[in-house]
């Protein structure tokens, strides 16, 4: 299982970002997937998740600003930010869940991840 992320950068308050996840060693379209941000000092938090069927879950600190997708044909995993605040700022990890049909969104409910995306947003 390789999970790589990719699309970080340092941008503005109010800014858009698009992260990727380039997932391969499965079988993506059996797979739940999803993205947790972690900050220096504090416990890795859950942003989003997304089903084989395409319904998601948000953290309510991103509801409305941040879209989670994937591409099941090209085994990639996307993080559409909008509004971009200070406090987004953080390492941003791809994770998957293998072999499920639906998963929550805590760190528990997945098994894989990523090596990480930085993100920092300036005032």
């Known amino acids: 299982v390789q999970l790589v992320e990719s699309g970080g950068a340092s941008v503005e308050a109010g800014g858009s970002l698009r992260l990727s996840c380039a997932a391969s060693?499965?079988?993506?379209?059996?797979?739940?997937m999803g993205w947790f941000r972690q900050t220096p000092g504090k416990v890795r938090e859950p942003v989003a998740s997304?089903?084989?069927?395409?319904?998601?879950l948000y953290a309510d600190s991103v509801k409305g600003r941040f879209t989670i997708s994937r591409d099941n044909a090209n085994n990639m995993l996307y993080l559409q930010m909008n509004s971009l605040k200070p406090e987004d700022s953080a390492m941003y990890y791809c994770?998957?869940?293998?072999?499920?049909?639906?998963?929550?969104?805590?760190?528990?409910?997945?098994?894989?991840w990523g090596r990480g995306t930085q993100v920092n947003v300036s005032t």
């Open positions: 060693g499965f079988n993506y379209n059996t797979s739940c």
């Open positions: 994770a998957a869940e293998l072999d499920v049909s639906w998963v929550g969104l805590t760190r528990a409910d997945f098994g894989w």
């Open positions: 997304i089903n084989t069927d395409s319904t998601t």
